[in-house]
């Protein structure tokens, strides 16, 4: 079944620490694929976005991503994470049958928690 | 950058009331506004997608009569959930696009049933 899936619900790394967050996708061709963030109380923010090109995407907050066809993945890194960094993380994708119309895919969320 | 309110923030009704929720692109003309539901701990899904003017396109298994999406402005679109019940109770998030690709997310509604 096409999906979207991010294996980690919850995600605690120590403040300075760097990050990884995994996001996988099962569609026939490869879909635009973005990033999101969600902290309370505040609407999602985009991180970054992939839709052709370079692999490796660099976003806002220091935030990048790589794309990488052959593992059907796009995982979110940061060198060192601050504590405003924790919230909750989404990814997400626009399969190809759907362009133009821009409905977005959401993965399930990783919560992220940063120990100080 | 581009914003997206949200009105009420969160709302407590009784089952079988009405309620509205507003979402509002403030310094930008939205030409699409989406509108998502969010369960506690769970991910956003697509209820349905609205242009200015026209009627709004539901996706599958969501009931369009009780869910009523009006975007009569490039700037407001409403949901009014119908008749609700307490599994309508959720969080309700709308996002809206303008001239460019990048959707823009307002900070949803807490919907109770009670």
């Known amino acids: 079944a096409q999906s979207v899936t991010q294996p980690d619900i919850h995600i605690t790394v120590s403040e300075g620490a760097s990050l990884e967050l995994r996001c996988n996708y099962s569609y026939g061709a490869t879909p635009y694929l973005f990033w999101y963030v969600q902290s309370p109380g505040q609407g999602l923010q985009l991180l970054l976005k992939?839709?052709?090109?370079?692999?490796l995407v660099q976003g806002i907050k220091g935030f990048e991503a790589e794309f990488k066809r052959s593992q059907s993945s796009f995982n979110l890194r940061k060198p060192s994470v601050h504590w405003s960094d924790a919230a909750e993380y989404f990814c997400?994708?626009?399969?190809?049958?759907?362009?133009?119309?821009?409905?977005?895919?959401f993965g399930q969320g990783t919560r992220l928690t940063i120990n100080p | 950058g581009a914003v997206v309110s949200q009105h009420p923030s969160w709302v407590i009704c009784k089952s079988g009331t009405s309620v509205k929720i507003e979402c509002r692109s403030l310094?930008?003309?939205?030409?699409?506004m989406f509108w998502y539901r969010q369960f506690p701990k769970q991910s956003l899904m697509l209820m349905a997608t609205s242009n200015e003017g026209s009627k709004a396109t539901y996706e599958q298994g969501v009931e369009k009569d009780k869910f009523l999406i009006n975007h009569a402005s490039l700037t407001l679109s409403t949901l009014t959930v119908t008749s609700a019940h307490p599994e309508d109770s959720s969080f309700y998030i709308c996002s809206a696009r303008g001239g460019g690709y990048e959707q823009y997310f307002g900070p949803g509604t807490r919907l109770t049933v009670t």
């Open positions: 997400a994708v626009e399969p190809t049958y759907t362009r133009g119309a821009q409905k977005l895919v």
């Open positions: 992939y839709f052709s090109g370079d692999t």
């Open positions: 310094d930008f003309q939205a030409t699409t």
